[in-house]
């Protein structure tokens, strides 16, 4: 594995090559070939409360590519969400999350888990989106009150009223919504009042420098105060020190997922990590 950087440390082409397009075209085939052989899995991290108990997880995805190991989201969801290759892999993810949270259920020590996925706009936009998922959840035989979809604030701007049918049809069986890397997208603040959501997700950027940025800082603040005002819940992204957690839960904020409790964990490492938990 080439350790050249990249968010996760691990990154397959360089740059250079990256932007040929031969690597595209092999990037493509590969993607494409990977979906139909399953070479993918779901990591969960793990996510806690103010008194640090587990709350659930969301679910991350991994390639394991036959020859260049685990590859992270960033490597490929944009070639994914680019040649419509994601409404099949997000099919995928969804079935995965939505059997291990009906696997969950029957176990003492993770029947209260909750489990949040991510969305790409791609897939959103489906027609048949909303169908999919209920279809998905009741196959499963998985608690919808315990299935959470991660959105993005660019994709749900896009065409608002398909959105909110959507997410009210979703949301009308169980299911809630998070909207994540909150303060990155536009902030469209109109919208937000008019949108089924039931929490915000303070983006990790704004975590990371709540501490030696005055302006990070006032901006965690603030996406607090207006989950708050909004009805809504609010979780921090990204947490990984104590003065961070601390800064954050002086400031209203009791949910939190990052590094400083756990990273994304392969499922037997997190069930692990769960009866740990509970001893
Ligand atoms: P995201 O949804 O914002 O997920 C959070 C990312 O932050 C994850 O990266 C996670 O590993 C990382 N992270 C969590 N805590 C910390 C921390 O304390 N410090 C640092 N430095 N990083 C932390 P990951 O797993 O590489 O995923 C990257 C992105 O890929 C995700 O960002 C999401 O947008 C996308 N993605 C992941 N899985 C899926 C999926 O199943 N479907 C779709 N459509 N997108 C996905
Ligand atoms: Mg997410
Ligand atoms: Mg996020
Ligand atoms: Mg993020």
């Known amino acids: 594995r080439a ?23 092999a990037l493509e085939s590969e993607l494409r ?6 070479q993918f899995v ?11 108990r587990l709350t659930g997880a969301e679910a991350l995805l991994r390639w394991q590519h036959p ?7 960033d490597n490929f969801i944009s070639v994914a969400e680019e040649t419509g290759m994601i409404v099949g892999l997000g099919r995928w993810v969804l079935e995965t999350a939505c059997e291990q949270l009906a696997a969950w259920a029957k176990r003492p020590e993770t029947a209260h888990l909750s489990l949040a996925v991510n969305v790409s706009a791609g897939q959103f936009r489906q027609t048949d ?3 999919r998922v209920l279809e998905t959840v009741r196959q499963s035989g998985a608690d919808p009150l315990r299935l959470k979809l991660e959105l993005t604030e660019s994709m749900l701007l896009d065409d608002i009223e398909d959105t909110i049918t959507k997410m009210q049809a979703m949301k009308h069986h169980g ?44 901006i965690a603040k603030t996406i607090v105060f207006l989950a708050q005002s909004l009805g809504l819940t609010v979780i921090a992204e990204g947490v990984e ?7 954050l839960d002086e400031n209203g904020c009791r949910d939190y997922q990052g590094y400083l409790f756990s990273r994304p964990l392969p499922l037997d490492e997190f069930e ?4 740990k938990r509970e001893e």
């Open 241 to 247: 020190t104590e003065v961070q957690r601390r800064f």
């Open 129 to 131: 989106f909303v169908n």
């Open 67 to 73: 020859t260049r190991g685990l590859v992270f989201p």
């Open 272 to 275: 692990r990590f769960t009866v």
């Open 3 to 25: 350790k050249t950087g990249g968010r996760n440390g691990i990154r397959f082409f360089d740059p250079e090559m990256q932007a040929s397009v031969s690597a595209r075209t």
């Open 33 to 38: 070939r990977a979906i139909r052989e399953k």
């Open 42 to 52: 779901l990591h969960y991290q793990p996510q806690v409360d103010a008194g640090g």
């Open 175 to 218: 299911l809630s919504f998070s909207l994540d890397d909150f303060g990155t997208g536009y902030s469209s603040l109109a919208y937000l009042k008019s949108l089924p959501l039931s929490q915000l997700k303070i983006d990790r950027s704004f975590v990371t420098d709540v501490h030696t940025d005055p302006n990070a800082a006032a």
